[in-house]
């Protein structure tokens, strides 16, 4: 039944300018292209440009092998090495730890049409612009490191020895997304699933389908058909609380839907997921979907009409134990697992969209999400191509994790210095993501500073245009010694709901002194403990958000012996050991958990 289950790809053709995706690759008919890959480095570029630096048509996307003995060809796909798919090159080979640049991929596959169906590739992600190219034709271009995109091939495609090549760049750039400054590692590659994905000529291309905001009752979304046969008879059906409704789509394939559901609703206690069966006269398409009602009042956070206090922790997409991104449902599980066991009902998915498997798993394991666009630091704010590809980026992580109850929260930027063009390139995000989806919250990791030495304020002119205010501070870290803390009160320009979004201090796994040392366990529950006592004392706190779960890899930080270019902020290290902070904070959340009914 499942296999049969066709699941939506949003195509593309070239060039692949902002996607459309489907969310829900895992149920349709699908062909791994992961594994092996045939790779050459090309830090130079000369596979795509001639010695004029002009793009060279006869470049390595031919894939091109001498015919006669005297013909000239300086590269060999089949001879030259290889790297795993889905992964990023950096851990792969000692040598390209620090490589930034082109790395050409290629794979070669064999795919038998069948009558009436159309076929798409789809990239789970690639780091950070990839050129795609099939048999010799460019499928297009996709800029951005960490939302998926697809083309359709349909027409390219050919029975045997197809040679997909794929020139992976992720070379920063001032007028990138995120900019040439960032504190975690710079991965390159083909970082997640890499797949063939057939659908029937007419088919699900993309679909909303979540309570209307505010309505604990009242379903409202939209379907969306692409192919011919546009014009078709639809149906709704959710068969495990016996609800069948039926809709049409228009000549342009689109339907809008609207319908009273009395649903068991979604939530970190009870995280119900219903099937969820979209059937059209020539496709059909299963998704599990949870179903919960998110908004403010106020200054509190209400979860399906009930204030609700998020237990939260910022989480890199950074693989456990083995380093480098991580890109698997298990690497997923094993993230979220210890944010369940440090006791939180909420992940701060820093500072890009992650994986679709830690937004499905989040959705199973009834966690709160926040995700977030790389929109980080200081960013070329008025630069209009810089803006496309922030509202490009925004749109893709919208349409792949709209669907899912888990996340709550879309983030526009992380610690954006306050200014005129920055919050005019800001304002345009948050309406580009409202036009998208008026059910979730929108929010930013903001900044604050003080009046006077005992007081923060929070005023960041951004305030007015968000829901909820993150805030990152690093009282007893960056600003001053643990018992800072003690003496701050907290203001706020706005009557909102504040999350800290970030705090916290760095300790490598096992170095033991007092509790004034720098770099200890000891001092960074020091930290910890004097946080706490803090944060109880805001008004208006309805979310903790440590930084961060676990170390990561970052160049900013070399300091032999503790650093070795990892943050150390992680209150689980990269093999899986906590650290004592990890307790503080396991105790105070649990102790939530139990006393309030948030
Ligand atoms: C910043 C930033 C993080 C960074 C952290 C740190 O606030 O948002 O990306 O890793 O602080 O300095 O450890």
Redesign the pocket.
């Known amino acids: 039944m499942k296999a049969l289950l066709l699941l939506i790809v949003l195509i593309a053709v070239v060039p692949c300018v902002q996607g459309q995706l489907i969310a829900n690759i895992e149920g349709r008919k699908t062909i791994s292209l992961d594994g092996q890959w045939r790779t050459i480095i090309d830090p130079y570029e000369s596979g795509y440009y001639d010695y004029r630096y002009e793009p060279s048509t006869n470049g390595y996307f031919k894939d091109a092998k001498p015919r006669t003995k005297s013909d000239l060809i300086e590269y060999d796909f089949d001879t030259s090495g290889s790297l795993k798919v889905p992964g990023d090159w950096n851990t792969q080979e000692e040598r390209l730890l620090f490589y930034e640049g082109t790395i050409w991929y290629k794979k070669a596959f064999d795919y038998q049409r069948k009558e009436n169906t159309r076929l798409f590739i789809y990239f789970g992600a690639a780091n950070y612009i990839a050129d795609v190219y099939l048999n010799g034709q460019k499928l297009g271009r996709h800029e951005g490191g960490f939302t998926p995109f697809n083309f359709e091939i349909t027409d390219l495609v050919r029975d045997a020895n197809n040679s997909l090549i794929v020139k992976v760049d992720n070379k920063r750039r001032r007028d990138a997304v995120p900019t040439l400054i ?3 590692w710079n991965y390159g590659g083909l970082t997640r699933e890499v797949k063939l994905v057939e659908t029937p000529a007419t088919f699900v291309h993309d679909y909303f389908i979540q309570l209307q905001k505010g309505s604990r009752d009242q379903i409202d979304g939209w379907v969306k058909l692409n192919g011919t046969k546009l014009a078709q008879k639809l149906a709704i059906r959710i068969p495990e609380a016996r609800i069948s409704k039926s809709f049409a789509t228009d000549a342009n394939g689109f339907a809008r839907i609207h319908f009273d559901a009395s649903l068991a609703l979604w939530s970190p206690d009870n995280p119900k997921l219903y099937e969820v069966a979209i059937q059209t006269e020539t496709d059909r398409v299963l998704d599990q979907i949870g179903f919960r009602s998110i908004e403010t009042k106020g200054t509190e956070i209400l979860l399906n009409g009930r204030p609700i206090f998020l237990r939260g922790i910022c989480i890199h997409e950074e693989a456990p134990f083995r380093g480098g991104r991580a890109y698997s449902r298990e690497d997923a599980v094993t993230l979220l697992g210890w944010a369940k066991e440090l006791g939180a009902n909420f992940v701060r998915l ?2 890009y969209p992650h994986n679709e498997f830690m937004l499905r798993e989040a959705d199973r394991m009834g966690i709160m999400v926040w995700s977030e666009i790389p929109v ?1 630091w200081t960013i070329l704010w008025g630069n209009s191509s810089t803006l496309e590809n922030a509202q490009n980026q925004l749109s893709e992580m919208i349409a792949r994790d709209k669907n899912r109850a888990a996340v709550i929260i879309w983030s526009m930027a ?2 954006t210095p306050v200014g005129d063009a920055r919050l005019a390139f800001l304002k345009k995000l948050i309406e580009r993501a409202r036009s998208l989806d008026s059910t979730r919250m929108i929010s930013a ?1 903001m900044e604050r500073h003080y009046v006077d030495d005992k007081t923060e304020m929070i005023d960041d002119p951004l305030g007015e245009y968000v829901d909820v205010f993150g805030c ?1 501070e ?1 009282v007893g870290w ?1 600003d001053g010694l643990p018992e800072k803390a003690d003496g701050l009160t907290w203001k706020m320009k706005y009557q909102k709901p504040l999350i800290m979004t ?1 705090f ?1 201090g ?1 300790a490598p796994y096992g170095n033991h002194g007092d509790a004034m040392t720098r770099w200890t366990e000891e001092y960074q529950e020091n930290v910890y403990q004097h946080q706490l006592s803090m944060l109880k004392r805001i008004p208006f706190l309805r979310g903790t958000c440590p ?2 779960l676990m170390d990561f890899r ?1 160049p900013r930080r070399p300091l032999p012996g503790i650093q070795d270019f990892h ?1 150390r ?1 992680g209150l689980i290290s990269d093999h899986g050991e906590k650290k004592k902070a990890f307790y503080v904070m396991q105790k105070y959340y649990r102790e939530m958990a139990t006393t309030s009914s948030k």
């Open positions: 960032t504190d975690w820093a500072h980080y992380n610690e990791a990152n690093y960056y970030e916290g760095e930084w961060i970052s943050n902020k």
